[in-house]
DNA sequence: ATTTATATGTCGACT
DNA sequence: AGTCGACGTATAAAT
């Protein structure tokens, strides 16, 4: 058997078959009314509610109410899971330090209890993603510009790695910045920083008006108004492409 | 009876409560062995393994493993959640439009299944953020420099609106940014569009290097290197301050 | 609906 | 341990 469950538990019932659960490694839910507190990087409180929590192996601790994508409470992995009964209820606490936070949950009822032992299968395979985008370019450098031949990726600069650097058809140094999905003006800024730092590597004196001659191309899906702005103003291009082939 | 559980349920049985919980708006926890594929965004598939399916009534899907604070997969709030057996086996599936979006859960084992129905208790307060860092420095502004006298918050500008608004002892105006933490340069550059903005509305043309006077100060915990360069280019100055006074 | 700034962001990579 | 950039970031406020 690998899952453990018990309904409606006294809150000493609860503490037992936390600590088992907690001992052999397992994934744990626990729903019931309770109040949260935290202290930390910041520090918040919760009253009495109806919530879940879960605690996992990894020292995560995760407090859900009915909405949100994001637990209202947590603590990050690394935390350690400590459960006692305080004053006839049960109290779990997460503790980590670096920084030192606390998560406190105080049950007033716990409804329902249960631990799995979790086996394996942590293999995600993700697509779309700014790799992807980087290998698509890669394949098919036309898709920059006719005649762009990539010629490094991650290439060093003091600004720090550039996406992918190459080559225009004139033979010009470009320095291109992948985006997965529509951007802002900060990847505008992230672009001439990249842009400034070949120019000066490549000789020029900052400012002399006769910097060599480096292009700028933003590779991503759209910008918004405020991006466009920046970048004609630095001179870049902007190629408009997804991450993956449109079907 | 406010929850409702079953342990190992067949497909059949774990469909409908699944139906009733989400008929009834429960919280729903799944402990099971499953594959996971998603689809709009991004792409990912996940093989076999045993993990935590979080179904809200507001339309978030979470799939949690036994590590990380961040679900392997989700689906945010405003999904549609619809259950069936296929092929013998339970099949859960959450959806949203804008953009076109799916998540597919499908369980080989269904180990626990719980529904809660869940009360109010959604009154978090949060202390520590930069909205208290605000309100400190409104409080006591010679924590930013003796003299200085706050004139505004939010402050219109053409680069959008600035933290804190002031002058300072010799009458010469001021743009505070706030931040709750340690920052990178990222801070620098929007205080200098807020500052840049601010000088131009005040008169002068840019670049004719009698652009009137301006200050910016950034009040943060503290400062990377790169930061403290960026702000030192830019004449600007570090006020150290946390959000929360010290113990 | 789109844009902007915040977050106890989290997470991974690199120094 | 600290810094940096990406994320299917999520989230709230403002336009």
Redesign the pocket.
Known sequence: MTVTSVHDPSHREALWELEDAFERGDLVSVFGRCT?S?E?????DLGAGDRLLVLKPDG?AL?HTD???????????GSEHHAAVREGRLRVRSTRS?PD?T?TVRFSDVHQLSAMAVTGGRDLT?H????D?RTRILERPDLVEPGFEPRET?R?SS???M?VFGVDAEGTPVVV??????V????VG?LA?YVRALREELGGEEGDGASPAVRGVLVAP??????AERLAERGFDHVALD?TPEE
Chains 1, 2 share one sequence.
């Open positions: 949260v935290y930390g990087r910041a520090a918040s995560a407090v909405e949100g994508r994001q637990p209202v409470n947590w603590q990050p992995p670096n936070e998560l993700l779309g993603s700014e790799e985008l991650e060093p600004a720090g790695p996406d910045e992948l985006k997965r999905r529509r802002g003006p900060d990847a992230q920083r759209s910008l918004t108004d405020r991006a991450p």
